[in-house]
C-alpha cells in the first residue's frame, strides 16, 4: 500500500469517526451523560451530602480546577528528562481524579454537558487541524501549511 493510499484510508477513517461523534443528542440525555451517570451522581452526592454546593459557584470551581491542574504538573516537577509515568501513576490518577470531578462540578454549576462541549470541541480542533495538514506535526494551527 502507497504512503497516499495509507494517508487517504487515515482521513477515511478519522472522518468516520467525526462522523459518528457528529450525531445530534438525544433530547433527554443528561448534561453529565459523557460520563458514567453513576460516576457523575456519585460526585454530585459527595458534594450534596456535605452541603457544599453553596461554595461552587463557576470561579471557586475555575478555580479549583487550575489547583488541581497544577497539583498534577506538580507530579512532574524536577523529574528533567523523564517523561514517563511510571513511578507516578499513583499521584497522576489522585491528581487526574480531582481535576475530572471539579469539571463535572462546574459542569453541574452550569448546566453545561460535558460530552457536548467535548464533542464540539474536537470537531472545532479537526477544523483548525485538518489530518491532511496536522498529521505527525505539532505545529500551532496558524503554522500548518
Ligand atoms: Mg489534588
Redesign the pocket.
Known amino acids: 500500500m502507497s504512503k497516499n493510499e495509507i494517508l487517504k484510508n487515515s482521513i477515511t477513517a478519522v472522518q468516520e469517526r467525526v462522523e459518528a461523534v457528529q450525531q445530534p443528542a438525544a433530547e433527554e440525555a443528561k448534561h453529565l451523560r459523557g460520563i458514567a451517570e453513576e460516576t457523575a451522581d456519585l460526585v454530585c452526592a459527595f458534594r450534596d451530602e456535605r452541603n457544599w454546593k453553596q461554595f461552587h459557584n463557576p470561579k471557586d470551581l475555575a478555580v479549583s480546577i487550575s489547583?488541581?491542574a497544577a497539583?498534577l504538573l506538580e507530579v512532574f516537577q524536577w523529574s528533567g528528562e523523564d517523561l514517563k509515568c511510571e513511578g507516578k501513576l499513583d499521584k497522576i490518577r489522585?491528581?487526574l481524579a480531582?481535576v475530572a470531578n471539579y469539571c463535572i462540578l462546574m459542569a453541574d454549576a452550569c448546566g453545561i454537558s460535558l460530552d457536548e462541549i467535548i464533542r464540539a470541541k474536537v470537531k472545532r480542533n479537526g477544523e483548525k487541524y485538518p489530518v491532511e495538514k496536522a498529521y505527525g506535526k505539532k505545529d500551532k494551527y496558524t503554522e500548518l501549511k
Do not use: A, K, S
Open positions: 489547583l488541581e497539583e489522585e491528581e480531582d
